[in-house]
């Protein structure tokens, strides 16, 4: 997929041309769902959560954003990014208010290089973390999101951000590593 025909088509979109969404479906859908099915591989075998659910989601969620300013294709999936979270995140509450306090739903981090691989990770403390990570730095939270989420690389979050790919590379391990204290703290 051309990062550059995806900008033109959500440019032509944003400014009514109803063709350019027809376009723009197919090149995004793919990718969207892409990313939904690297986010839940590693599920427990009996979660409810299917990718084409997650993806159909967000994409609904996405084209009902009139008021956004596409600027590129790394934006539209930055934001998908938040959605996907905010999906996957309301789906793990839901299921543990319907089991009273059930077992959590449960992500594995073996899709955040460097980060241990084995280890399974609770969406929801997951979410609490990168909640109180925005408090301290927003933009080490936001980097995050970007790459676990969107599955954005480096080069791509930078274009979000508009930072340097140096400051990107540098907050992702300091984030990374806040994170781990966090969640381990959490699973004590």
Same mark, same amino acid.
């Given at each position: ?9 959500? =440019? ?11 376009? $723009?479906?197919?090149? =995004? ?23 084409? =659910? ?33 999906? $996957? =995140?309301?789906?793990? !509450? ?35 973390? $990168? ?10 939270? !936001? ?17 979000? $951000? ?27």
């Amino acid at each position: 997929m051309s990062s550059g025909s995806v900008t033109k088509l959500l =440019v032509e979109w944003k400014q009514g041309d109803e063709d350019a969404l027809n376009k $723009l479906i197919p090149l =995004v859908y793919v990718e969207l769902k892409r990313i939904a099915k690297a986010k839940l591989k590693n599920e427990q075998a009996n979660h409810s959560f299917q990718a084409t =659910v997650l993806a159909n989601e967000a994409y609904l969620r996405l084209i009902g954003c009139d008021n956004i300013d596409w600027k590129n294709r790394a934006h539209f999936f930055g934001v998908a990014a938040q959605l996907m979270r905010n999906i $996957l =995140v309301d789906h793990a !509450r839901k299921n543990i208010a319907e089991k009273r306090g059930g077992d959590r739903y449960r992500l594995s981090l073996c899709d955040i290089p460097d980060l241990a691989k084995e280890k399974d990770l609770d969406l929801i403390a997951l979410d609490d973390a $990168l909640n109180e990570l925005s408090l301290i730095d927003p933009q080490q939270s !936001r980097i995050v999101e970007l790459k676990y989420f969107a599955g954005l690389d480096m080069e791509e979050i930078a274009e979000v $951000l508009s930072i340097s790919t140096a400051t990107i590379s540098r907050d992702w391990k300091i984030a990374k590593l806040w994170l781990l204290q966090q969640l381990d703290n959490t699973q004590k």
